[in-house]
């Protein structure tokens, strides 16, 4: 019996991704088919499962990718193939966002349906901007318009009307209307010095904003090339923007990184430099795969009581090795009398979700620094770690006469992904963060030909400092071998 498909329509909000509603979010992950428009940001594109079918339907001003009645169309089709569907649309899809008129062909053959509401354009972008749409001490109402006629129709607003409101007007998708819209308020009686706004990309990092006067907005505007997607913002509570602008104080501002590490542990790093303001472009560049067959660490497991250590060099040795653990009937039960070492906090906490912890970890968090710390320890240590680690503990070990077993568990491979959207940033300064010089060899090794010259490394530690500098990338070291110290780090770039 075939399963019965439906449909979520899901408002992705303005495109920052932390203003995905977390039941949107809930709902993209669990979609087998996902149908988008082109406003919706490549941050929460890249939350939908790598093993759903996408299917981009982007229209823009006066072109529409694919029309909307096939649009309607492929929902239905989708659905009734027995998928869950989401049509992911910018902003909130009641909003002039033609949600009811798809919704109206899954009705009509009752497809089951939902909607979650998005975080709309009009209320955010102005937040963003330093714009609050109402103030008491300048307007009591709000009004939303729409800026966009049907093709080869004229614009239908009543601008006497919303003259007279006295309140705070938001119109969307009216960039290309902006002469239009700023004469008609004008011809109604509006004031020529009322403060009004474009705001461009709202809520993103290559965010802009111009602030002016209603009568000189259409020339301010056309001086510094705004285009769609923008909204309009007219009112008194637009004098506020420079005074309550906290976007473009943030640290970040301005600026583009590019995250190297592997894709299942970059979004906390994309997360904060996002929060910090900064552009992101995640990139994974390397993978670290599980060995499928690794007798060797088999045999260590059913000896480990021989063993005095147990050494992680990275966060994802401890999931693997208790994975082989439990796979052979054991649980942590089986390291009573190990001692547990941590190449640094991150490796400490992964272990901590086994129930066990580590009894060293090093105050400068790489392999050389560890080794120093296990200069003197009792063998023989049992060493989990990547197929291609450093060559820094065997060497302490062998030279202070340590036995120990050197077990690769999982190998580091170089990632594919599109360089074209990087290889775009190469023209002027990038920031590139390095946590390993393993990501440094992906990324170069993804990029063969390019010039590398406006690359600016900001690296985890020397090691992955000194492998940048020797592929001809200018490096900056971060402080300490954390995550935070590296986010300092860019930021004083």
């Known amino acids: 019996m075939r399963m019965k498909g439906n449909v979520i329509l899901v408002g992705a909000g303005p495109g920052d991704p932390g203003l995905l509603t977390q039941k949107g979010r809930q709902a993209l992950e669990q979609a087998d088919v996902v149908v988008f428009d082109r406003l919706v940001s490549p941050a929460i594109l890249a939350l939908i499962p790598s093993g759903a079918e996408t299917i981009d339907v982007g229209k823009e001003s006066s072109h529409h990718l694919v029309p909307q009645e096939q649009i309607n169309r492929i929902l239905l089709e989708k659905a009734q193939a027995g998928k869950r569907v989401v049509r992911l649309k910018g902003g909130d899809p009641f909003l002039f966002g033609r949600g009811g008129e798809e919704l109206e062909l899954l009705a009509e053959h009752g497809i089951d349906f939902q909607v979650v509401p998005g975080v709309t354009s009009a209320l955010s972008v102005p937040a963003y901007a330093g714009i609050p749409v109402t103030h008491r001490d300048f307007c009591s109402s709000l009004h939303i318009i729409t800026g966009h006629a049907r093709a080869g129709a004229q614009l239908h607003i009543d601008f006497d009307a919303l003259r007279r409101t006295g309140g705070t007007l938001v119109f969307l998708m009216g960039v290309t209307s902006l002469p239009k819209i700023c004469q008609g308020l004008l011809e109604a009686g509006m004031e020529p010095s009322m403060p009004a706004a474009v705001v461009e990309r709202g809520t993103l990092p290559s965010q802009r904003k111009v602030v002016s006067t209603l009568e000189k907005l259409p020339e301010a505007a056309r001086d510094a090339c705004i285009k769609s997607p923008a909204i309009i913002v007219v009112g008194r509570v637009c004098s506020l923007s420079d005074r309550f602008d906290w976007f473009d104080h943030l640290p970040l501002k301005g600026k583009s990184v590019v995250i190297t590490r592997p894709a299942e542990r970059s979004s906390a790093l994309a997360g904060q430099l996002r929060e910090l303001g900064a552009d992101v472009t995640e990139y994974p560049c390397i993978r670290t795969v599980p060995r499928s067959a690794c007798p060797d660490l088999d045999q260590a497991i059913e000896n480990l009581n021989q063993y005095r250590w147990l050494v992680f060099t990275s966060p994802a040795g401890p999931g693997i090795f208790f994975d082989r653990l439990h796979s052979s009937g054991r649980d942590a039960?089986?390291?009573?009398?190990?001692?547990?070492?941590?190449?640094?906090?991150?490796?400490?906490?992964?272990?901590?979700?086994?129930?066990?912890?580590?009894?060293?970890?090093?105050?400068?968090?790489?392999?050389?620094?560890?080794?120093?710390?296990?200069?003197?320890?009792?063998?023989?240590?049992?060493?989990?770690?990547?197929?291609?680690?450093?060559?820094?503990?065997?060497?302490?070990?062998?030279?202070?006469s340590i036995p120990f077993a050197d077990i690769p568990c999982y190998d580091t491979v170089y990632e594919t992904p599109d360089a074209g959207k990087v290889r775009s940033l190469l023209d002027k300064p990038v920031l590139v963060s390095f946590t390993s010089a393993s990501t440094v060899r992906g990324f170069v090794k993804s990029l063969p030909g390019a010039d590398l010259s406006h690359v600016i490394g900001c690296c985890i530690g020397p090691q992955t400092a000194a492998e940048a500098i020797r592929h001809g990338i200018c490096a900056v070291t971060a402080p300490e071998a954390t995550i935070e110290s590296l986010i300092q780090c860019i930021k004083e770039v």
């Open 333 to 400: 039960r089986a390291l009573a009398g190990l001692k547990l070492a941590a190449i640094g906090p991150k490796t400490a906490s992964e272990l901590e979700k086994f129930g066990v912890m580590a009894d060293l970890v090093p105050e400068t968090y790489d392999s050389a620094h560890l080794a120093a710390a296990m200069a003197r320890v009792e063998g023989p240590v049992l060493l989990c770690r990547a197929s291609q680690g450093s060559s820094a503990l065997p060497e302490i070990f062998a030279k202070n």
